[in-house]
């Protein structure tokens, strides 16, 4: 089944198609055409979500800043905000990411790339994706607390919360298009490194910076920081040896 959304350009006074502007097909955006008249005001409307943001309006406004057109916002509703604020997480710092691949290698290659980003992440995902998302999620991001939310300022507007095992044991009725936002995670890709390098003997961790190509000195400095020491220990430590 093709993922088709339409987004169309109307003139604001009289509300005449200008442009049958894009389609995505499978993830896929193509600009069809785009009739711009000289001197008019124009509006970029989506019949769901907020143009521009995971959507195919984005490569209209690319085609249009290649034609010096000015681009103004008019601010509104956005699905990933909307949910963001009463989720819970922390709001402070936070990585949108939207869709992502309906490929199984490229999903999971990007949730790796993920997989210790200490911020709150969100992403978008159709119904029919969801358990599988999820379930990538679960193997590779670990068992984090999660929001689901979905019908955003409508009447069944729903969160769902909990980790991420739970829900996907909960979850039933996948109707409408959700946001998942999850827990950031509470070790970084730096702080992971480092405990793997505690783990190795002294040896270990010396050879380790020694394959960089930094002086001895340097070594034994990172070393002393890494096992959070006095670099003289890890000095003296090589002199008795």
């Known amino acids: ?40 005001n124009i509006a970029l409307v989506s019949d769901a979500g907020t143009p521009g943001i995971s959507d195919p309006g984005e490569e209209i406004v690319k085609e249009a800043i290649k034609n010096d057109i000015k681009i103004v916002a008019i601010p509104g509703a956005c699905a990933f905000v909307n949910a963001l604020i009463p989720s819970g997480m922390n709001t402070r710092e936070f990585s949108f990411i939207g869709f992502l691949s309906a490929n199984k290698k490229e999903k999971k290659d990007k949730l790796e790339d993920l997989k210790y980003e200490t911020k709150t992440l ?17 193997e590779i991001l670990g068992d984090r607390n999660i929001v689901l939310a979905r019908e955003l300022t409508k009447i069944h507007e729903e969160f769902i919360r909990g980790k991420i095992s739970t829900i996907i044991e909960q979850i039933v009725d996948t109707k409408g298009e959700f946001v998942i936002i999850v827990e950031g995670n509470n070790i970084s890709k730096k702080d992971k490194e480092i405990l793997d390098l505690n783990e190795l003997t002294i040896e270990e961790h010396y050879k380790y910076y020694e394959n960089t190509g930094i002086s001895k000195k340097e070594i034994i400095k990172k070393i002393a920081k ?11 430590y090589f002199i008795d040896k």
Do not use: W
């Not at 339409?6 to 600009?31: P, T, Y």
């Open 122 to 138: 969100i992403f978008y995902e159709a119904p029919h994706k969801l358990s599988n998302t999820l379930e990538a999620m679960l």
């Open 1 to 40: 089944m093709l993922n088709i959304t339409e987004v169309r350009i109307k003139k604001i006074n009289k509300g005449d198609l200008l442009a049958a502007a894009s389609i995505c097909i499978d993830d896929c955006f193509i600009v069809k055409e785009i009739k711009l008249l000289n001197g008019k």
């Open 226 to 236: 890494d096992r959070n020491v006095n670099k003289n220990e890890i000095y003296q």
